[in-house]
T-cell receptor, first 112, second 111 residues
Framework: DTAVSQTPKYLVTQMGNDKSIKCEQN?????MYWYKQDSKKFLKIMFS???????INETVPNRFSPKSPDKAHLNLHINSLELGDSAVYFC???????????FGPGTRLTVL | GESVGLHLPTLSVQEGDNSIINCAYS??????FIWYKQESGKGPQFIID?????DKRQGQRVTVLLNKTVKHLSLQIAATQPGDSAVYFC??????????FGRGTSLIVHP
């Protein structure tokens, strides 16, 4: 059974478009995260939610908006996509804020 | 295009050798450290963790050492296998609960 799942796995879109990436975890965890991994494999946290409440927002442009409808889901909506948004986006979850994280398979976003 | 691994520190070892991957951290407030393994095309996967009240922790074929004095963390992999080839990340967590990942090391295991 998939623990942390993301859809879609690949997303190719034009500059200026709006897109969403969905994430779901079936581990019963309280905390979920979004990360961006660039072409040099650098992994940077973007957001974190704990029990549906935003607890980390790391200087991400406000074109990025996370939404957590419930503890098991954390979606990422991106407005007015730019070339620099091209990256692999990972969702993750953890039991609590100071536990190891379980990562999804990633969504490769390509902005043309 | 993506230059996978070319900008990462790389460690090349022969199958059967022991591997040591190092990580330095700067935040003295970090009190929880995790090593992750990321295979090509996949998300990072938890390997082992250690809290700041410990110096050493062992798992199956892996050992993590923590030296708080010099803010250094290492991951030792015994009898390295081709399946261990991946990018390895250390991550630190402190009182702010903001996870900070290191740049990653690409481990290449030659048969």
């Amino acid at each position: 059974d998939t623990a942390v799942s993301q859809t879609p796995k690949y997303l190719v879109t034009q500059m200026g478009n709006d897109k969403s990436i969905k994430c779901e975890q079936n581990l019963g965890h309280d905390t979920m995260y979004w990360y961006k991994q660039d072409s040099k494999k650098f992994l940077k946290i973007m957001f974190s939610y704990n029990n549906k409440e935003l607890i980390i927002n790391e200087t991400v442009p406000n074109r990025f908006s996370p939404k957590s409808p419930d503890k098991a889901h954390l979606n990422l909506h991106i407005n007015s996509l730019e070339l620099g948004d091209s990256a692999v986006y990972f969702c993750a979850s953890s039991h609590d804020r100071d536990n190891e994280q379980f990562f999804g398979p990633g969504t490769r976003l390509t902005v043309l | 295009g993506e230059s996978v691994g070319l900008h990462l520190p790389t460690l090349s070892v022969q199958e059967g050798d022991n591997s040591i991957i190092n990580c330095a951290y700067s935040n003295s407030a970090s009190d929880y450290f995790i090593w992750y393994k990321q295979e090509s095309g996949k998300g990072p996967q938890f390997i082992i963790d250690i809290r700041s009240n410990m110096d050493k922790r062992q798992g199956q074929r892996v050992t993590v050492l923590l030296n708080k004095t010099v803010k250094h963390l290492s991951l030792q992999i015994a009898a390295t296998q081709p399946g261990d080839s991946a990018v390895y990340f250390c991550a630190g967590l402190g009182g702010s609960y903001i996870p900070t990942f290191g740049r990653g090391t690409s481990l290449i295991v030659h048969p």
